[in-house]
């Protein structure tokens, strides 16, 4: 037998922060809100969660429906429940973070986004909601999580150069590193194949190509492989 419990009860949302790499910036996706409250205002994807769908499949429709982007690497970040943190009432949202390749997306907004766009995550609009403080959990978790496992192959093009992979960790990281112990480090993991290709149309020297091995990283990790840099 069901039962009904009178009580309020809160509502559900999701919402997604979605990184992308765009030469030396980390962008972050951003939509413009079409509805109240905050309408006009950029905030992040996200919306409230169906009654039969999961969080996983919410957060994943939500930016489809918002953006048009379609994540491969998406994760839950935490829960955010401050009582005032949403006008239209007792509203709590399981946030995920979210990589992508930005040449493999193109955006397009619908729904109640009036439209998307990246920013570069050092200079945002402000953004509605408590969403600001969503996207410096997010932050934080990147830079904690690029140096301990290969997430931040997410944000590279399949093929790149050594010096594109340092950027990017130079990037996430806010520093710089030192080239040389770099590529020591990440060679000595034997997770990158080196390519029979270089770099094409660059005025410099054309570096070589290198691949991530998703397959051999996978068997090292139940070996009990760390990735740590």
Same mark, same amino acid.
């Given at each position: ?26 962008? =972050? ?5 079409? =509805? +109240? ?5 950029? /905030? &992040? ?12 499949? /919410? ?6 429906? +918002? ?7 998406? +994760? ?5 429940? +401050? ?20 040449? /493999?997306?193109?955006?397009?907004? /619908? ?53 594109? &992979? ?5 990037? =996430? ?31 410099? #020297?054309?570096? #070589? ?21």
């Amino acid at each position: 037998m069901s039962h009904t419990y009178e009580y309020p009860r809160p509502a559900l949302t999701v919402d997604c922060v979605v990184f992308g790499l765009d030469d030396d910036d980390l962008k =972050v996706l951003l939509i413009q809100r079409g =509805v +109240e409250p905050f309408q006009g205002r950029w /905030a &992040l994807p996200g919306g409230f969660v169906r009654m039969d769908e999961s969080l996983d499949e /919410a957060a994943r429709r939500e930016l489809e429906e +918002e953006s048009g982007i379609r994540p491969g690497h998406l +994760e839950q970040l935490f829960t955010f429940g +401050e009582p005032e943190r949403d006008p239209r009432g007792r509203v709590v949202t399981v946030a995920y973070f979210a990589l992508v390749k930005l040449s /493999a997306h193109t955006l397009r907004a /619908a729904t109640d986004a009036r439209e998307a766009a990246w920013f570069s995550v050092w200079d945002t609009p402000k953004l509605a909601f408590d969403h600001a403080d969503i996207l410096t959990t997010a932050l934080q978790r990147l830079k904690g999580k690029v140096r301990y496992q290969p997430i931040g192959f997410e944000l590279l093009p399949p093929k790149f150069t050594l010096t594109q &992979l340092q950027r990017l960790y130079e990037i =996430v990281l806010e520093r710089e590193l030192d080239k040389r112990n770099f590529r020591k480090k990440i060679l000595a993991m034997d997770l990158l194949e080196e390519l029979d290709e270089v770099e094409q149309d660059v005025s410099h #020297r054309a570096a #070589r190509l290198y691949r991530f091995d998703h397959k051999k990283y996978r068997q090292l990790e139940k070996a009990g492989f760390n990735f740590e840099l």
